[in-house]
T-cell receptor, first 115, second 116 residues
């Protein structure tokens, strides 16, 4: 079973709709991240959470919100989707306390299309 | 602020040829450096990373990278390309301390194509 899972894997929605992307992990990591990937731009950080009570904005947080429901779950919401939010979204986790240092482990991604 | 530049958005090699993917970074403090690979329709997988110690780092699938502080580079190489190496490769950097510890900054990505 995958350590980091994302649901849904694909989603097509319309402008103005509210969308939630979910991420779950079984690695026991405290830190979780949301990125978006656009061709030619690499991955850009949207939000990150160092533990359940800690949420931080990344470089492109406008238009997005997050919720850390538990150590293992981190959701990304688009309150009112717009076409330029069409992208591939990745969740990642890391554990700075152990031997793994700050390696991030990625989920399979969610492809979101906003029409 | 930290940043990463990958030279060449597309690299094409023949099977069996040397693979060289270039990465330069900027960081005001000692960096952690990473190479990730993304196969089609998949998430990112760690190839290798440099934290401290030996500057030549060996990773999975025969890849290696050398940290050169004087050149602020972390180029990825593989002596002989295989068809299965076709993918997109991302270089990333994070700080080794401070409030940004653990946050990755990615380069733009390099798509590697391998020809028979």
């Amino acid at each position: 079973d995958a350590d980091v899972t994302q649901t849904p894997r694909n989603r097509i929605t319309k402008t103005g709709k509210r969308i939630m992307l979910e991420c779950s992990q079984t690695k026991g990591h405290d830190r979780m991240y949301w990125y978006r990937q656009d061709p030619g731009l690499g991955l850009r950080l949207i939000y990150y959470s160092f533990d359940v009570k800690d949420i931080n904005k990344g470089e492109i947080s406008d238009g997005y919100s997050v919720s850390r429901q538990a150590q293992a779950k981190f959701s990304l919401s688009l309150e009112s989707a717009i076409p330029n939010q069409t992208a591939l979204y990745f969740c990642a986790t890391s554990d700075l306390r152990g031997r793994e240092g700050d390696t991030q482990y990625f989920g399979p991604g969610t492809r979101l299309t906003v029409l | 602020a930290q940043s990463v530049t990958q030279l060449g958005s597309h690299v094409s090699v023949s099977e069996g040829a040397l693979v060289l993917l270039r990465c330069n970074y900027s960081s005001s403090v000692p960096p952690y450096l990473f190479w990730y690979v993304q196969y089609p329709n998949q998430g990112l997988q760690l190839l290798l990373k440099y934290t401290t110690g030996a500057t030549l780092v060996k990773g999975i699938n025969g890849f290696e990278a050398e940290f050169k502080k004087s050149e602020t580079s972390f180029h990825l190489t593989k002596p002989s390309a295989h068809m299965s190496d076709a993918a997109e490769y991302f270089c990333a950097v994070s700080y080794a301390g401070g409030t940004s510890y653990g946050k990755l900054t990615f380069g733009q990505g390099t798509i590697l194509t391998v020809h028979p």
